[in-house]
């Protein structure tokens, strides 16, 4: 797939078990962040977003937490399933342009 | 209703010539960035193109154009091309510009400079 050959974190969890993928990001003037999904032989695909004035958002199976003083992201996938395999990349708008980070490949484990 | 497409999906080039890459947008979508995927880099932003016209641009050297037609669909050109131009190119497309919680990716063209 397209990730192939990129030397990014590894997580790997259980089936069932709560996944959390961690993002640093770089501009503290950056006002919305997003969360991707990228899966082999894939474009992104857009999860979930969160704007500078909230904490937490909540979707279906997936919580996004801004720290924005620590400029730190994360993404809680609840119940991870097979299908949650994949590349996770956090974006943020910076003078109107996505700057992404570098993604966490996720595995699950039967 | 038709995704993303983008064509050709994998693409061979030898250094110094030049290649042109199709993104034909969701029907109705006005807007379409172009992105490149590496190994090294990640995902980086190229350009930006809404209603005809380059709205954005990323860190990109001259050698690296678009375009974008009357119909919303858009070309990205790249000449003299380098070996660290292989790269996986993905365009998106979106209704408005900057909308990225409704903007979709195509799957993207393969692109090996040899």
């Known amino acids: 797939g397209e990730s192939v050959g990129l030397h990014l974190p590894t997580l790997s969890v259980q089936e069932g078990d709560n996944s959390i993928i961690n993002c640093a990001y770089s501009n503290s003037a950056s006002d919305y962040f997003i969360w991707y999904k990228q899966e082999s032989g894939k474009g992104p695909q857009f999860i979930i977003d969160?704007?500078?004035?909230?904490d937490k958002r909540q979707g279906q199976r997936v919580t996004v937490l801004l720290n924005k003083t620590v400029k730190h992201l994360s993404l809680q996938i609840a119940a991870t399933q097979p299908g949650d395999s994949a590349v996770y990349f956090c974006?943020?708008?910076?003078?109107?342009?996505?700057?992404f980070g570098q993604g966490t490949r996720l595995t699950i484990n039967p | 209703k038709a995704g993303v497409t983008q064509t050709p999906r994998y693409l061979i080039k030898t250094r110094g010539q030049q290649v042109t890459l199709s993104c034909s947008p969701i029907s109705g979508h006005r807007s379409v960035s172009w992105y490149q995927q590496t190994p090294g880099q990640g995902l980086q932003f190229l350009f930006e193109y809404f209603s005809e016209t380059q709205r954005n641009k990323g860190n990109f050297p001259g050698r690296f154009s678009g375009r974008q037609f009357s119909n919303s669909r858009s070309e990205m050109n790249v000449s003299t091309l380098e070996l660290g131009d292989s790269a996986l190119y993905l365009c998106?497309?979106?209704?408005?510009?900057?909308?990225?919680?409704?903007?979709?990716f195509g799957p993207g063209t393969r692109l090996t400079v040899l």
């Open positions: 969160i704007r500078s004035n909230m």
């Open positions: 998106a497309s979106s209704f408005a510009s900057g909308s990225y919680n409704e903007q979709f």
């Open positions: 974006a943020e708008n910076g003078a109107q342009k996505l700057v």
